[in-house]
């Protein structure tokens, strides 16, 4: 059946004209403290209805923004962005770049019930340009989680300040609360808590392989995108082993206030956990992800 232009354009105006109506009414969030004196946002300030001239569908577009954090309905100034469209995109720049260069409090671990680590990184600046170093343990860190070889956990936990320290400082004591209770749930042992400064994700392997885990779970901060560098991921291994392929392991990422809850991510990774280990696989080749189950 060929449909005539007219028609079509009936078609499309009278689905968004039906979408307008049924979409939720917009919510404005306000962007929370990231520490520091200066209480900066590691999320961006919220931006204006839309910015668009002359919309056709106005009233839709509100709630179309109200949708989604992304970056959309902004308008524009002949081909380029509007003045206060780039400077909140700077602004969002700096956030990333701040969250970058941010540290977890030195008290910090402690008082979250965790041992803490570092890697063989000097300090920060070492840390963003040689990240094989921040894929093990210094001597004294190894030593210490050696006191604990073998323990063999079912899922040796490890929080890692990683490209985000604030991410971990503002989303870690939640999402690992909610995570440990959620183990404790499904009768999985956790061992002892490990807190590792200039980590990287691999540093979790060597870790799991000191202590003979069953699986490792990774709490790290995300590499920060525009505006977002309070965003934190979590890392899943099941039976982890040295220079383990990504491949091999599970991620839930964009744990934060505006992404996936505290709750929710130790659900789907209590979840993956215990597929994996039925399976004793993980990564791909377990078969999890959007649209299978």
């Known amino acids: 059946m060929k449909v005539d232009d007219p028609t079509l354009d009936a078609i499309v105006a009278a689905v ?3 979408l307008a109506e049924e979409l939720p009414p917009p ?13 900066h946002a590691c999320t961006a300030s919220p931006r204006p209805v839309h910015s668009v001239e002359n919309p056709v569908y ?11 954090p992304s970056e959309i309905a902004v308008g524009r100034a002949g081909n380029r962005f509007r003045t206060d469209q780039y ?12 969250a970058v260069h941010s540290e977890v409090p ?3 671990p402690t008082q979250n019930g965790l041992v803490p680590l570092v890697t063989r990184c000097r300090d ?27 323990t063999r956990p079912d899922v040796q936990l490890v ?3 990683g490209l985000s320290p604030n991410a971990i400082v503002t989303n870690a004591p939640a999402t690992l609360a909610a995570l440990k209770r959620r183990l404790a749930a499904a009768r999985l042992r956790t061992g002892v808590d490990f807190f590792v400064k200039y980590a990287r994700i691999g540093v979790a392997d060597e870790i799991g392989v000191l202590t003979g885990a069953r699986a490792s779970v990774m ?31 599970n991620c839930i990422s964009n744990v934060r206030p505006v992404g996936i809850a505290p709750d929710e991510a130790a659900a789907q990774t209590v979840t993956i956990v215990q597929r994996g280990l039925e399976r004793g696989v993980g990564g791909v080749a377990l078969g999890l992800g959007w649209g299978r189950r």
Not at 125 to 140: A, I, K, V
Not at 226 to 248: F, M, R, T, W
Request: proline share 5%; with cysteine.
């Open 16 to 18: 968004i004209r039906q």
């Open 27 to 39: 919510a404005v969030t306000a962007s929370a403290p990231c520490g520091g004196d200066e209480g």
């Open 58 to 68: 106005e009233a839709m577009l509100p709630k179309l923004v109200a949708l989604t």
């Open 87 to 98: 400077l909140r995109q700077r602004e969002g720049s700096a956030d990333a770049r701040d």
């Open 106 to 108: 030195a008290d910090w």
């Open 124 to 150: 920060r600046h070492e840390y963003l340009l040689f990240p094989n170093q921040g894929r093990r343990l210094d001597e004294l860190s190894r030593a210490a989680v050696e006191v604990h070889a073998r």
């Open 159 to 161: 929080v890692g300040d």
């Open 219 to 249: 709490l790290v901060g995300e590499r920060p995108g525009l505006g977002a560098g309070d965003s934190l991921s979590v890392y899943i291994a099941v039976a982890p082993k040295l220079d383990q392929d990504n491949a091999e392991k």
